[in-house]
């Protein structure tokens, strides 16, 4: 039997220190992020500051045009956009837009982020479905899922930006051993994803959902609040998973928890109908991420 290599303090030590080196928003996002987040803000206010950067304002009214959306009618102004795209479906184009640029580099990646990217898509859009298929059920804003989704496994990208040979290691690791990755970061680094997920939502003062979403997806069971949305994100990355959209063909993955689909209250017609949608989405997913890189 195999025995797991030992973590390493001094290298535990390092990255953590590594970590106080992530670069900030960019403040028009943070100024965005609160904007949105706002109870007394408009849609005017929300679009005077998109129309600051031009690159958001051209993303912005790409994706209200897009098939993605299949709006019936052109959408030439940001303020049209923002009334119809909504609060959460701007944050989730600004953040991701902004992580996307901020994690560019043109050096050798440890995973491959385009597979990262179309598994982030893909788990958002299983999440904003499963909140649209049970919306009798409960109240919950399919954008707000949405933006957890495509998030949630942001920590995944930290690791592979500042430990690039680290976490080369785990992910051989996790691929000869049919471990999850999560399993591996724990066992090799003694941080997990989750754990970057915290310090991120910290350091970038994000919201409580995202926050949540970036820390529980795992283990719904741990959140103290925001059960409902986590153990969604927590579905939509199984189901995401389960229609071969992971990091690497036949990835291990975390165990889906046992009380998941019945705090969704979702059935097994349920989760097969969500399967076959999400399959159906794959195209859409990529004018998504066309658009926001």
């Given at each position: 039997m195999q025995q797991n290599p030992p973590v390493d303090n001094e290298r535990y030590r390092r990255f953590i220190?590594?970590?106080d080196n992530l670069p900030a928003l960019p403040a028009i996002v943070t100024r965005l992020i609160q904007v949105v987040n706002s109870p007394d803000t408009s849609a005017d206010d929300a679009a005077k500051l998109i129309?600051?950067?031009p690159a958001l304002t051209t993303k912005m009214l790409r994706l209200a045009n897009s098939a993605f959306y299949g709006i019936p009618r052109s959408i030439s102004s940001v303020s049209s956009a923002v009334v119809i795209l909504g609060f959460n479906t701007i944050r989730s184009l600004v953040l991701s837009a902004s992580v996307m640029k901020m994690f560019s580099t043109s050096r050798e990646p440890a995973i491959d982020k385009d597979c990262f990217?179309?598994?982030s898509?893909?788990?958002a859009i299983a999440a904003k479905s499963i909140v649209r298929q049970f919306i009798s059920v409960r109240m919950m804003d399919p954008e707000s899922a949405f933006c957890a989704g495509m998030l949630h496994d942001i920590g995944k990208l930290i690791f592979s930006e500042f430990a690039q040979e680290d976490y080369s290691e785990v992910c051989s690791f996790a691929r000869k051993n049919g471990k999850s990755l999560l399993e591996a970061e724990k066992e090799i680094l003694g941080i997990s994803h989750t754990?970057?997920?915290?310090?991120?939502?910290d350091k970038w003062a994000l919201p409580l959902d995202l926050e949540y979403a970036l820390v529980f997806h795992h283990e719904p069971m741990k959140a103290d609040s925001l059960i409902d949305l986590v153990t969604t994100v927590h579905v939509a990355n199984t189901l995401s998973h389960a229609i071969?959209?992971?990091l690497w063909e036949n990835e291990t993955v975390t165990p889906e928890w046992d009380e998941a689909r019945s705090i969704l209250r979702m059935g097994e017609s349920d989760y097969e109908h969500l399967l076959k949608s999400l399959t159906e989405s794959i195209d859409k997913s990529r004018e998504f991420i066309d658009i926001i890189k």
């Open positions: 220190e590594q970590i129309q600051k950067d990217w179309k598994h898509i893909t788990c754990d970057i997920g915290r310090i991120l939502a071969g959209m992971g």
